[in-house]
């Protein structure tokens, strides 16, 4: 398996996920208000654990393009959540981001801390040209992460996606390897 390094921030760690973790994912993704806007519904147990077990099979292939991380508390080792990318295109350098949180952290900036060491990761170790990140425009939560990032809004898709029966808006947010740079992200 191609592991990913540590990724560390002030307050987490994200790592590979390990089989046992489908106990603590499943808190999250049985919660019908965490998954909402996800492009998932409410997953049993068992599916949680598929799901780990899947993301271990697409961290394998060299060289890796899916980095979908574990969020875990360094203060209590408590894992909050996943947060990861995906190289989406090689020859362009581009990738796409997501994060997902249990509910009882919303609102502390725990999203937004994952997400910008996974940005840092795309860009200054992977160095991709372009990170993306989509979210329907009634998650203000995840757009607003986004933006915390440097995201720019670069398109509102009007009902461009079918998720359980509904037809969803999209907004694309993107931000490029030189305003990275330019937000003071790229040095050491």
């Given amino acids: ?69 574990a969020m875990v508390r360094r203060e209590d080792g408590r894992l909050i959540g996943r947060c990861g990318m995906r190289v989406t295109d090689v020859p362009s350098r581009e990738g796409t981001l997501w994060y997902i949180l249990e509910r009882p952290s919303w609102g502390q900036g725990y999203a937004s ?13 992977l160095g991709l040209h372009r990170m993306y990140a989509d979210c329907d425009p009634r998650n203000p939560g995840s757009y607003r992460v986004m933006e915390k990032l440097g995201m720019r809004r ?6 461009n996606a079918l998720i359980r029966g509904e037809w969803c808006d999209s907004y694309i947010y993107a931000q490029l390897e030189h ?10």
């Fill in 1 to 69: 398996m191609s592991s990913a390094p540590p990724l560390l921030t002030p307050r987490l760690q994200l790592r590979d996920f390990v089989e046992e973790d489908w106990r603590a994912t499943t808190r999250y993704e049985s919660d019908p208000e965490v998954v909402r806007y996800g492009s998932h519904g409410v997953r049993t147990p068992e599916e949680s654990r598929e799901y780990i077990l899947r993301v271990a099979e697409l961290s394998r292939p060299l060289p890796r393009r899916v980095y979908d991380l």
């Fill in 113 to 125: 801390e994952a997400a910008q060491a996974v940005m840092d990761f795309s860009f200054g170790t």
């Fill in 154 to 159: 670069e398109a509102h898709f009007r009902e």
């Fill in 179 to 188: 305003e990275w740079r330019a937000r003071g992200r790229g040095r050491g």
